[in-house]
């Protein structure tokens, strides 16, 4: 009976502590699967962060993706489209996120690379085409230079007013195309071709216009006070400036309308101030062609259009070479007002006007005396006064003089031949020579005889002389047979001057008797309606 209790108390023993042991694993089992459950639901947190995450780099992967399909499809196109076209746009980024992000900065430097690249790419091309057409416009211009003295040299060998009547219009067709050829040379880089001396500006005017068809329509008002001229090195440049702004006066007013040019001195210079009544232009052609006519930016061919129009181009170039100023703005009479400037220090001077007169072609120059005085500011010159003089209608064929204290006097009785060298008188030290405007000599009937024209002369001094009878419009027949006589006036002229320089004497010449069989005196007297004019097409004086 003892021996029960004892394997009891055992296995109570025994039991309480695999019960013990038990509890402490079942604990340690709840605090495992507790920890369990923590991480599991930790893990299950990160996975799904690492989810998000995933499809936040998925998403930006594809805006990132995006934002460079949009660089290469549209940004960069506006980039080369905004390189020729400065006011084309270029968008931004697709995605404004990315605005100040590592992204857009490393698309910035693709942009800018590409800029740089393209701007490289075409001033080298650029510098090649305008080499190339540098050369060919040269060589051109040389020939059509050529082609223009082998015209002039025809027109003074062939009498047929036919031929001298087409060789005129090839003449004008050749100069035509030499203005483009030239302005093309400048904008590529070229000179312009031509020395010419010392010129009066208004000649320089004169001979623009000439230039261009339309030029009967230019309407010059000369209020020069000095006979101002341009130095050599500048007379073509000037007139190739004037002529292109000139053109773009006539092509872009109607055919009827005229063009107002005035020639203005002023204290510093002379200006040359030309208006139309054209289209006019909007406020970002005004500043397109400031731009161009500033001369201060490089200019691309590709930038002159398609054809290319180099007027604008040309006058920059020439103005940045030569120190011209132009500008343009609206016009008073409702077209485009295009002002150059010329400065007075390095590109005026004063020119004799009795060693080189102005061309009868040219403006008349204001008369002094209507004008102040106001002293001279060419270079070299020191500055005078000049008192208004009284004007007075000298009689015609009289030579006349202005002096310091009687004004204008009548130095040649009208008795005296014209043709005496010794009855011109001499100014004195102190008068100022001034140019005259040439007067119509008395009205001859051509188709008379000398006895009948005789006293009409001799009456011309105690009569005024009687104004011409208004003869009817030349036909083309009238007007080549005029043209034929001056050419073979003219040839008999150099012939006898070179006849005359081989013996050293002067030739007397003495008026044909009437029905002479001289074929100049028969050409003469077969027009009826022929005039004494000089060969630049004005009255002999």
């Known amino acids: 009976m003892t021996e029960i209790p004892v394997a009891l108390t055992v296995i109570l023993s025994v039991g309480t502590a695999a019960a ?20 599991s639901a930790a893990t299950e947190k990160d996975l799904q962060e690492a989810l998000r995450q995933q499809a936040a780099l998925a998403q930006r992967a594809q805006a990132t993706e995006a934002e460079v399909r949009h660089l290469a499809g ?93 060789l005129l219009a090839a003449d004008f067709l050749n100069e035509q195309a030499l203005r483009r050829i030239q302005s093309t040379a400048i904008v590529c880089g070229a000179w312009p071709g031509l020395t010419r001396q010392n010129s ?59 063009v107002a040019v005035t020639i203005q001195q002023g204290n510093r210079g002379a200006s040359v101030i030309i208006d139309d009544a054209g289209v006019g232009m909007h406020a970002e052609e005004v500043e397109r062609a400031q731009r161009l006519m500033g001369g201060q930016d490089n200019v691309l061919l590709t930038e002159l259009g398609d054809p290319p129009r180099t007027g604008f181009a040309t006058v920059g170039q020439l103005a940045r070479q030569y120190g ?23 590109l005026l001077t004063l020119l004799d006007e009795e060693e080189q007169p102005m061309s009868p072609m040219a403006p008349v120059p204001r008369s002094t005396a209507s004008a102040a005085a106001v002293p001279s500011t060419m270079p070299g010159h020191a500055a005078t006064q ?27 009785p009208r008795s005296e031949p014209a043709g005496d060298p010794q009855a011109q008188p001499q100014p004195a030290e102190e008068e100022l020579p001034r140019r005259r405007r040439r007067r119509p000599g008395p009205y001859v009937d051509l188709g008379t005889s000398g006895e009948a024209a005789a006293p009409a002369q001799g009456a011309d001094s105690a009569a005024p002389t009687a104004e011409p009878p208004q003869t009817p419009a030349a036909s083309p027949e009238e007007s080549a047979q005029r043209w034929a006589a001056f050419q073979r006036g003219t040839n008999s002229g150099r012939a006898a001057v070179d006849e005359a320089t081989e013996t050293g004497t002067l030739p007397r010449v003495t008026p044909a008797a009437p029905g002479s069989d001289t074929d100049h005196g028969n050409a003469v007297a077969d027009d009826q309606h022929a005039d004494f004019r000089s060969a630049e097409g004005n009255p002999q004086a």
């Not at 340690?28 to 459950?37: F, G, I, P, T, V």
């Open 386 to 412: 000049r008192p208004p003089q009284p004007r007075s209608e000298p009689a015609r064929n009289d030579t006349v003089h202005l002096g310091t204290g009687a004004g204008r006097t009548a130095e040649r």
């Open 74 to 166: 549209a940004r960069v196109p506006d980039l080369t489209a905004a390189l020729a076209h400065p006011n084309v746009p270029v968008r931004g980024l697709l995605d404004p996120a990315f605005r100040g992000t590592e992204l857009d900065r490393a698309l910035t430097t693709v942009l800018e690379q590409v800029s740089d690249a393209v701007t490289k790419e075409r001033l080298r091309v650029d510098g090649a085409a305008q080499a190339a057409m540098r050369g060919a416009t040269t060589t051109i211009q040389a020939l059509l230079y050529q082609l223009q003295t082998r015209l002039q040299t025809m027109q003074e060998r062939y009498d047929d007013p036919f031929v001298a009547e087409d």
């Open 20 to 39: 013990v042991a038990l509890a402490l694993l079942l604990a340690r089992s709840a605090r495992e699967a507790k920890r369990l459950r923590q991480r």
């Open 324 to 346: 011209f100023t132009t500008s343009v703005e609206a016009s008073p009479y409702g077209g485009v007002r295009a002002i150059v400037h010329i400065p007075g220090e390095p």
């Open 200 to 258: 009066h500006l208004g000649d320089i005017v004169v001979g623009a216009m000439s230039r261009l068809s339309g030029y009967e329509r230019v309407q010059v008002t000369n209020q020069l006070r000095d006979p101002v001229g341009v130095v050599a090195r500048a007379v073509e440049p000037a007139a190739v400036v004037l002529t292109e702004l000139l053109a773009n006066a006539l092509h872009y007013s109607h055919p009827e309308l005229p």
